[in-house]
């Protein structure tokens, strides 16, 4: 869709010589929640200068919104695109999307806030990036990558501590853990605490992959809720979701339980992402993290995942497995699904062995572990804002996470309301994690902008298709900057590195 720009007629006064733009005719979606409202908005550097009836300015840029919803600029609370950005700083896969400011430092694992920095100013990129600081790396860097598998002294403890409070002091937003992934998998719930007390002390935040998403996950849920109630820090849920089969359809008693532990006086808020499967490694879907164990394996594929429905979507060692079920690559190997599993993780560890210097993902499986109807009510509870967990491709949450929510929750499902989900991508996101001055249109915060068509937009995102790009993002400004376009990047890069304050 071609959008019209044009130069004002009418004379107004301004309130400085920086030259200003209006977007006018378009249904505003503020970010509150609140119903859609006609108005327009005036921009002025990188941020809002005026919401409402607005008249254009003689010689100002208007941009004529041809009545389409015009919304904050979406916060991605989980992501991982970030490793793509130094090769393509235009930022396709977060821009088609609406998103105008990632979340990155999850899962445990994070830049130290200096090398942010240094990148930052090295080169510029067309969106937002704010971090946390993650346990399993502070792990890693005190007790030594090979050594983690292990409790830490605490004298390590207190080593993690330095080095926390120097990120959170340069800007970090808190503390994030990854608790099921093997460099965090061995830590004691103590280790977490004295850090999570830490963060809570410098009025930081709480994020974390919980330790377990399956057979454990009542006692890891638990467990943040115990972290929460012993540093009285807010503390989320990373993309919340219930994977083992037998707990199928129990979502609405884990709410329940989220819910009575806020009526305690606990700040526990989860976000969320559209799809019934995840990506990650093969080795999450072992819980005792016996990988050679043939009842383990066997109790994975009954019980934690479907083999029909599960991508193997990267295999560096074996090019020929990628893009196929584990059923299928089982039945190319003529051997039992939990055979290949395990066989299938043995390989990828010996080829990490042999090749010390490759880069990239070696192995990663999209697998089909929760059902619609858990997931359309973790969406809808009103404490949960909406992730991608996504990165540029593998999974196609990394193209299409936000637009899936429009078209498929709001417009098809009917799950929630456009406002509503706009509130989950924007307001309410930006609440969860502190910060103050984006996520809501109003003067004075920034100008992170989606222009979007709630008739048309959707996610064309598929396993087979994973970088296929969104339809009904029409226009995106970061800061001011109009970065995306027509299905296109403009060329701007006005992405900034958003500290806590």
Known sequence: MLLTISTGLFAQKKISNQPTQLITNVQLIDGTGKPAYSASVRMQGKKIMQVGQLKANQNEQVIDGHGLVLAPGFIDSHSHHFGD?????????TNSQG????IIGQDGASYAMDTLTKMFKAHSMAVNVGTYTGQASLREEVMGEKDVYREASQAEIDKMKIILQKELDKGSMGLSTGLEYEQAFFSSKDEVIQLANLAAAAKARYMSH????DVRLQDAIDEIIEIGRVTKMPVQISHIKIAKKDDWETSTTLIAKLEKARAAGINITADVYPYTYWNSTLRVLFPTRDYTNPVSAEFAVNHTFDVNESYLVKYAPVEAYRGKTIAAIAAMRNEKPSVTLMALIAIASDF????PNFKGTIEAIAAKSMIEKDVANFIAWPYANICSDGNAGGHPRGHGAFTRVLGKYVREDKIISLENAIHKMTGLTAAHLGIKDRGIIAAGNYADLVLLNPATVKDNA?????????????MVWINGQLTYQNQKATGNYPGVLIKRK
């Open 85 to 93: 950005l130094d090769d393509h700083p235009e930022a396709i896969p």
């Open 99 to 102: 998103i105008t400011t990632i």
């Open 210 to 213: 919980i330790r377990s998403e």
């Open 352 to 355: 990490k062995q042999k090749n």
């Open 462 to 474: 598929t396993i087979q298709d994973s970088r296929a790009l969104s339809t009904g993002i029409e």
